[in-house]
């Protein structure tokens, strides 16, 4: 999996998931009712003299039936998630890959919400939003979203606390400052 979110050679992973495969539950639900249609619409068209379109129709119903539900469940099957001690990302596509970066120096304000069935179930979903008005990361029907939230945040913390240069440095620039200060005052 980290071959396909492009880690960097010294990023370490922390964590990583994908979505439940319920979050397909709807399109399975409409793909039946349209199964159910199509196969309705089928036996009405053999029992009268209904025209080649009703059957077309009819056997259109069931097709969409069957590959709406798959191709949801494909397309779960193909979305990731991942944090590394850098940065999160979510990797989504079917055909082709979308693979979205956020630092985590960049993270601005995370959530985590459960819909009932996630309370009891244990899954939910995480938003993490980003400074500079970017979309916000969403890790969709995740297992232990409160726990991935905490991760995130505690990383981010970690990751706004670097400040640039050495203590050298910044003891260098306090002295230049000071010179400044004296050359000014007098």
């Not at 890959?97 to 899954?123: C, E, I, K, T, W």
């Amino acid at each position: 999996m980290t071959e396909d979110l492009l880690l960097g050679d010294d990023e370490e992973l922390l964590w990583s998931g994908r979505p439940r495969l319920s979050a397909a539950a709807e399109s399975i639900a409409g793909g039946l009712v349209l199964v159910a249609g199509g196969v309705g619409a089928g036996l009405l068209v053999r029992g009268g003299e209904a025209p080649p379109v009703g059957a077309l129709l009819a056997a259109g119903l069931v097709l969409l039936g069957v590959l709406a539900p798959a191709w949801r469940l494909v397309a779960l099957r193909r979305t990731r998630y991942a944090i590394s001690d850098r940065a999160i990302y979510a990797r989504t596509g079917v055909f082709s890959r979308s693979v979205r970066r956020m630092g985590l120096d960049r993270v601005q304000n995370s959530a985590y919400g459960q819909p009932v069935l996630g309370g009891v179930f244990g899954y939910g979903t995480v938003t993490v939003e980003s400074a500079g008005g970017e979309a916000p990361v969403r890790f969709v029907r995740i297992d232990t979203p409160r726990e991935v939230r905490a991760l995130v945040d505690r990383r981010a913390a970690l990751a706004g606390d670097d400040l640039p240069g050495s203590l050298e440095q910044w003891r260098a620039v306090r002295a230049e400052l000071r010179a400044l200060r004296a050359a000014l005052v007098d």
